[in-house]
Each structure stands twice: as C-alpha cells, then as structure tokens.
C-alpha cells in the first residue's frame, strides 16, 4: 500500500501542508510515523478523507442537487469574451479548469475574474495517467 507524506498529501488535496497537518492534528484523517520520522498517510486513508471533502456542501452550506459528480470549485482568473462564444478559466487548487460557453451564458452568470465559481464536469470518456 503506498503512503504519502503531508506534503504530498496536502498537493492531492490542494491546500497547503500546514492545512494537511492541522487536519490530521484534529483526527480528520490518521498518520504514522515512517522509521525516519517522517509523518505518513495511508493512501487508502487519504482516498477515503478526499472523498468526503468533495462530498462536501457549496460555500454558502446549501448542498448543491446536480447529476454532474465532478465539482471543482475554485476562483475564475481569466475571462474571454467574443461575439458569440466565451472562454473562462477557473483554478480549482492545483487544478486549472478552461470551459468554452456562451457569451450569453457567461452574462447571465455574471462571471468576472476573482469571483468564486465551480466547474462541473461531465463526460463520456475520462483518460486517467499515473505517475
């Protein structure tokens, strides 16, 4: 079974290592100790404790109801805007977002850079690499 170190841990998550560390502190998820010291987290553990963060109610702590299962909220840092059609970027921790809309949608969302915002995948065909 692989282990991960907090640093590690904290970049799957993508929140800092100090965040990681105080969440394992408040037994959010367990860790042990490696026989250099090195504070370890199951990768099983750490798959389980991702799970129920993205399982987690929006920014306001209304659930959100949408078939769409891949949320990634973040903030939107670039907006594109031609006649017709848009192109916003959104980062979501590590993780940088680009969706091809509408102008139109774009509008009726009001989105501008620095706002909050989550994109929602959905997809028939999703490509998965490994490290």
Known sequence: ???????????????????????????RFTTHRDDSGRRLVDGRDLAAFAVE?????DAE?????????????GIVTAVKLGDIAAQVEIQAGPHRLVSLLTREAVEELGLEVGMQAT???K?????IDRP
């Open 1 to 27: 079974m692989q282990s991960y170190t907090i640093g590690q841990a904290a970049k799957l998550l993508g929140v800092s290592p100090d965040t990681a560390r105080r969440w394992a502190d408040a037994g």
């Open 53 to 57: 963060l993205g399982q987690g109610d």
């Open 61 to 73: 702590g209304e659930p959100s109801y949408t078939s769409a299962r891949n949320a990634f909220p």
């Open 119 to 121: 994109a929602r995948v």
């Open 123 to 127: 997809s028939t065909s999703v490509h």
